[in-house]
């Protein structure tokens, strides 16, 4: 996508060393627009872990990259096998909600375990991870045209007046390396003309709707207006929501959604006003292992400071502010479950089906997409 007209990713190989990942700094937007070098194991789990990146694809390509990262650790004293099988423990070990690390992790850990050199393992790991990140780019890519079908119908039955999207957090292409999961039906909506116009929330505690959404969609143009958490039920009880896209860390094999904590509060607010609500993921998000997502899918529990302070610009600093009693408990729940039963639909690279799992299982059956 677009940063002031020069196309970026989220995260890619330096052209000039190949020992070093670049990511943009999610840390530092929107206040500045800054980039961080990757150039070991340790670096690549302090900056998922640290949420420099976040987002499922991204953080599953950031796990891929790392253990490319780990073959350029190994030397003539290294059990290579043991070395790669900790950096994949480890790099697993950050984030556990998301599917998509600990998936993308494996699958290079997979290809490279039995190779015993160290140039063969690291240029086996390098390509897989960059495999791994035009898969989802694709994906995502995919994801926009399938979504774009349901904005265009909702335009249609609107003649022609905006569509109003409520999303929640940012499941946008910061967070999936390109083009993103939520966003990537607005994305070509607004790039075909149809008018339409996002809901942004705030997204506490680390308001990543606010920092992250709302600087990608202003880069594109897309017209958007920032919302507090709680302003969106009032929003589908006066008719001025269309839709509700949001992304996905983790979908059960029965359509459960694991997603940014609050997702479930704008589920709920959805149903009542019969208003759509679609998760947008890629299937690599899909964990087939999983059938009850309430009770079997983990969900992270982060630094309470993440609640008591919030973290904004002053005098040209980034600076954290607390905003409770200094003694004060707080809880930090990172996600929450969404049941299958609030969901109108999942939209995927591979189409858009209901969340039942007879219709999931269609999707990884399918031999044609």
């Known amino acids: 996508m677009l940063i002031d007209g020069k196309s970026y990713r989220s995260i890619w190989l330096d052209e000039n060393d190949n020992g070093i990942i670049r990511v943009i700094d999610q840390e530092k937007l929107p206040f500045v627009f800054g980039i961080r070098e990757l150039s070991s194991v340790e670096d690549v789990y302090n900056a998922i872990r640290e949420m420099t990146v976040r987002g499922a694809p991204l953080i599953g390509a950031a796990g891929a990259f790392g253990m490319y990262l780990a073959t350029l650790e190994i030397t003539s004293r290294t059990d290579i096998h043991d070395h790669l099988s900790n950096a994949a423990r480890y790099l697993s070990s950050c984030r ?4 998509n690390l600990s998936a993308a992790v494996n699958k290079v850990f997979r290809k490279i375990e039995n190779i015993t050199g160290r140039e ?47 999303t929640h957090c940012n499941a946008g292409w910061l967070a999936c390396i390109d083009w993103g999961t939520a966003t990537a039906p607005v994305y070509l909506a607004h790039s075909m003309g149809i008018p339409v116009h996002v809901w942004v929330d705030e997204t506490r505690p680390r308001n990543q709707g606010s920092r992250l959404t709302a600087w990608e969609l202003g880069k594109q143009g897309v017209p958007y207006t920032l919302i507090s958490d709680n302003t969106g039920g009032h ?30 509060l704008k589920a709920l607010a959805a149903k009542d006003n019969k208003i759509p609500f679609y998760a947008a993921l890629p299937t690599s998000s899909i964990d087939l292992t999983v059938h009850d997502g309430l009770n079997e899918i983990p969900v992270e529990e982060r630094d309470p400071s993440e609640v008591t302070s919030v973290t904004g610009m002053s005098e040209g600093k980034l600076v954290s502010v607390t905003i409770c009693p200094l003694d004060a408990k707080a809880g930090n729940w990172g996600f929450d479950i969404t049941p299958a039963r609030l969901i109108t639909g999942l939209i995927t690279e591979k189409g858009v089906c209901r969340a039942k799992e007879s219709e999931i299982k269609k999707l990884f059956s399918d031999k044609s997409n």
């Open 120 to 166: 063969e393992v690291s240029h086996t790991a390098l390509n897989a991870a960059l495999g791994i990140c035009e898969d989802e780019v694709e994906n995502c890519r995919k994801i926009g045209e399938h979504g774009l079908k349901i904005i265009e119908e909702i335009s249609a039955a609107k003649q022609g007046a905006p569509v109003n999207i409520l």
């Open 96 to 99: 556990p909600t998301a599917v």
């Open 235 to 264: 929003l589908m009880q006066k008719g001025m929501v269309d839709i509700v896209l949001v992304g996905s860390d983790r979908t059960s094999a029965s359509g459960d959604v694991a997603n940014k904590i609050g997702t479930y």
